[in-house]
């Protein structure tokens, strides 16, 4: 009898060893400027780096470096993001394939990175 319950719990033992672990969310990189589903823009308040995240694939589908007044959007309706550089006067499609449906952020890292909230951490002299 003792044999007979071998296979039952080597299954047992398989079926839970393959279920799927919870997948971790990518955390933000720098400060979040934009989200939801629809249009999305960003102007730069000055030189640094913008990153468009895909919260439903949570994964990172763009980073562009950008100067000071450059605007990142993304445009469900015509399926990419687009960077307007202000000091060359041109704007670049940088990412194609947007999925109308998902979910997305914008985050925003400083060349001197002071996350926008900090004022608020700050003690006043």
């Known amino acids: 009898m003792k044999h007979s319950l ?4 080597l299954a ?7 279920a799927s672990t919870p997948k971790q969310v990518i955390q933000p990189r720098g400060d979040v400027v934009a989200q939801g589903t629809g249009q999305l823009s960003f102007r730069a308040p000055g030189p640094g780096l ?20 450059s605007v990142v959007s993304l445009n469900p309706a015509a399926g990419n993001i687009t960077v307007t550089d202000v000091s060359h006067a041109g704007t670049q499609v940088v990412h194609t ?29």
């Open 50 to 69: 913008v990153s468009v995240y895909d919260v439903n694939d949570n994964s990172v589908i763009s980073s562009s470096a950008v100067d000071s007044g």
């Open 97 to 125: 394939g947007i999925n109308k449906s998902h979910q997305y952020e914008m985050w925003f890292i400083s060349r001197t990175y002071t996350p926008l909230n900090a004022a608020a951490t700050q003690p006043l002299r």
């Open 6 to 9: 071998l296979p039952l719990l």
């Open 12 to 18: 047992t033992v398989s079926i839970a060893g393959c």
